[in-house]
């Protein structure tokens, strides 16, 4: 079991930034792959970014490709999203998820993963 606590959501205006983060308790964090998704209201949850249990690989929606940097420290259990240049668009309640090792770039589907946190806010004002 893998229990997921995210935190560092708010009210931010276009442009700026935010730092969300990820914490992990329980068993072998350091053995996950973990992902970030995002969901808008009234749209579907969808992928956001994904990095490797190693950090040595990462992958990105073309959304927010150059705009967001996934990272993640296996001594603090903790996993990070960088948010630079935001957008209103980028609204939506942030999740984090645990899921197992498998390339990168699968991780984009929401049944590779298997644990999930309970969401943090993001608001990008105009």
């Known amino acids: 079991q893998v229990q997921l606590v995210e935190s560092g959501g708010g009210l931010v205006q276009a442009g700026g930034s935010l730092r969300l983060s990820c914490a992990a308790s329980g068993r072998a964090f350091s053995s996950y792959n973990m992902g970030w998704f995002r969901q808008a209201p009234a749209m579907q949850r969808e992928f956001v970014a994904a990095?490797?249990?190693?950090?040595?690989?990462?992958y990105y929606a073309d959304s927010v490709k150059g705009r967001f940097t996934i990272s993640r420290d296996n001594a603090k259990n903790t996993v990070y999203l960088q948010m630079n240049s935001l957008k209103p668009e980028d609204t939506a309640v942030y999740y984090c998820?645990?899921?197992?090792?498998?390339?990168?770039?699968?991780?984009?589907?929401?049944?590779?993963?298997?644990?999930w946190g309970q969401g943090t806010q993001v608001t990008v004002s105009s």
């Open positions: 998820a645990a899921g197992t090792p498998q390339s990168i770039a699968t991780m984009t589907a929401q049944y590779k993963y298997h644990y």
């Open positions: 990095i490797s249990w190693s950090g040595g690989s990462t």
